[in-house]
């Protein structure tokens, strides 16, 4: 069975400073995807990771994938507020599509 | 990008009545949707698989009789929740992948039942 861990469960940031969360998946996907969700809302697509060593960056939010570690993490710098929200990591379940989730990081950052 | 509509975005319905979600892929053709549930501060969870034009497939655990999907044409999924009852409170997001594999997610349905 396909798991997908992922930790913190919780992150209180500093506005300002630097965190990173990590996502840990058991099967050999070579594609993971990184999802936002505010409260009461669907999931906007922050990332998708198709390769080993693949990086992304958007803004203060940068991802990478290790595939042989089976690993993958969102670096957060500089912390702001905006970024406060709940952070999933999804890995294909399958070829057709359906997904794997992270139980979920909520990030809460403070002033 | 591509545009997964969902409606409604929210639905407050009486126990024992039903209730249905559709999923609409509106600049694309979808043959596979996928139906997710999520609870309060949860993960979600894989429902089922709506195939177009077959039956769907269902996540172990999932009642299908409870939780009639039907994918009718290319574009469109419902989800009929029969017989709702309190528990069945949930946060439902549809899903459905474009022709390059970027998946789309519906914007939410919030299901009450009184």
């Known amino acids: 069975e396909l798991k997908v861990e992922q930790n913190p469960l919780f992150l209180s940031m500093q506005e300002g400073k630097n965190y990173t969360i990590y996502c840990n998946y058991s099967?050999?996907?070579?594609?993971l995807y990184w999802y936002r969700q505010d409260p009461g809302k669907s999931l906007e697509s922050l990332f998708v990771?198709?390769?080993?060593?693949a990086v992304k960056q958007e803004g203060r939010l940068m991802a990478s994938l290790d595939t042989k570690a089976r690993l993958s993490t969102l670096h957060i710098t500089a912390a702001v507020h905006d970024l406060s929200a709940t952070y999933f990591c999804?890995?294909?379940?399958?070829?057709?599509?359906?997904?794997?989730f992270g139980a979920g990081t909520q990030v809460v950052v403070t002033p | 990008g591509a545009v997964v509509s969902q409606h409604p975005s929210r639905v407050i319905c009486k126990s024992g009545t039903s209730v249905k979600i559709e999923c609409r892929s509106l600049?694309?053709?979808?043959?596979?949707m996928f139906w997710y549930r999520q609870f309060p501060k949860q993960s979600l969870m894989l429902m089922a698989t709506?195939?177009?034009?077959?039956?769907?497939?269902?996540e172990q655990g999932v009642e299908k009789d409870k939780f009639l999907i039907n994918h009718a044409s290319l574009t469109l999924s419902t989800l009929t929740v029969t017989s709702a009852h309190p528990e069945d409170s949930s946060f439902y997001i549809c899903?459905?992948?474009?022709?390059?594999?970027?998946?789309?997610f519906g914007q939410g349905t919030r299901l009450t039942v009184v």
């Open positions: 899903s459905a992948r474009d022709g390059t594999g970027e998946a789309f």
């Open positions: 099967t050999t996907s070579d594609r």
């Open positions: 990771l198709l390769s080993n060593g």
């Open positions: 999804a890995v294909d379940a399958d070829s057709w599509g359906k997904f794997q």
């Open positions: 600049d694309f053709q979808a043959t596979t």
């Open positions: 709506s195939n177009e034009g077959s039956k769907a497939t269902y």
